[in-house]
């Protein structure tokens, strides 16, 4: 098992930018793909971006294509979402997530770990 844990949210300007970290703890961490989330206020959760075990799968949501980088450094259990040109719109409660599937996963039925979550907040 893993347990996701996110930081690095936070309140930032538009076109400014946040790295989010989600150190996970485990062993396998290595084995798991990792996915990020986000849920904006009176909206459903959303697909962020995704990365396989080896990194060398990603998938970006179209919304934040070009925009955020998903990364992964298995030797320090951690995954991470550098984001930049933030927008208001971006403004959420952003999840790690872990799941067993292989490949890139989308779907966040398919996530069995997920840690709490971690705010960003972009100002217009």
């Known amino acids: 098992q893993v347990q996701p844990v996110e930081s690095g949210g936070g309140l930032v300007q538009t076109g400014g930018s946040l790295r989010l970290s989600c150190a996970a703890s485990?062993?396998?961490?290595?084995?798991?793909?990792m996915g990020w989330f986000r849920q904006a206020p009176g909206k459903e959760r959303e697909f962020v971006a995704a990365i396989s075990w080896s990194g060398g799968f990603i998938s970006y949501a179209d919304s934040v294509k070009g925009r955020f980088t998903i990364s992964r450094g298995n030797a320090r259990n951690t995954a991470y979402l550098q984001m930049n040109s933030l927008k208001p719109e971006d403004t959420a409660l952003y999840y790690c997530?872990?799941?067993?599937?292989?490949?890139?996963?989308?779907?966040?039925?398919?996530?069995?770990?997920w840690g709490q979550g971690t705010k960003v907040t972009v100002s217009s």
């Open positions: 997530a872990a799941t067993t599937a292989s490949g890139v996963v989308v779907r966040a039925t398919e996530y069995e770990f």
């Open positions: 485990g062993r396998t961490f290595q084995s798991y793909t």
